[in-house]
């Protein structure tokens, strides 16, 4: 607890500065020179500073990742090891806003709905990755210009072939 008379990072500022002590003293007992010069937080010139390359730059990132997908398994596994299982053959009937069904459910669904979904999802995806390359279009200069001239002649390809194959007609 931060007492009156200290300022709010006190405890902060000394965890800080027992961290950086000790990882110091490793890199000086294990060989490391330091560099000297003149410090950024104001300190004299001439001060040694050992720097140590402890963990990778992607190391946090990786390291949130794996959490991320430790978690994400487990919430997807725990339920189905943990849950009570009690089959009902009322729980397995359709339920429609709490009305009765009248008819039985299980008919098969038209094919061409699912057609027409799939070229959706795949042109949509595709067309949004204009809005990037319209953003940094004066920063891409002609190497983004000549890539998304390729893009797009990869997307008319595919447009025209699903259209010579009749992927668009309603049948």
């Not at 008379?5 to 294990?30: E, K, M, S, T």
């Amino acid at each position: 607890m931060v007492g009156v008379d200290q300022p709010p990072g006190h405890r902060a500022a000394l965890g800080h500065a027992l961290g950086v002590g000790v990882l110091a003293a490793l890199g000086a007992q294990q060989g490391h020179r330091g560099k000297r010069d003149q410090t950024e937080d104001g300190g004299a010139p001439g001060q040694v500073r050992v720097y140590l390359q402890v963990v990778s730059p992607y190391g946090p990132v990786a390291i949130y990742l794996a959490v991320a997908f430790a978690a994400s398994l487990g919430f997807c596994i725990l339920p189905g090891l943990l849950a009570k299982k009690k089959p009902n053959p009322v729980k397995s009937e359709a339920y429609e806003c709490g009305v009765e069904p009248t008819s039985d459910v299980s008919g098969r669904f038209p094919v061409k709905f699912y057609l027409i979904a799939m070229l959706f999802v795949i042109f949509d995806v595709e067309a949004a990755s204009f809005y990037p390359w319209a953003v940094q279009m004066h920063a891409l200069r002609l190497f983004g210009l000549a890539e998304m001239l390729i893009f797009v002649i990869v997307l008319a390809v595919g447009y025209a072939y699903v259209w010579k194959r009749g992927g668009f007609a309603w049948r």
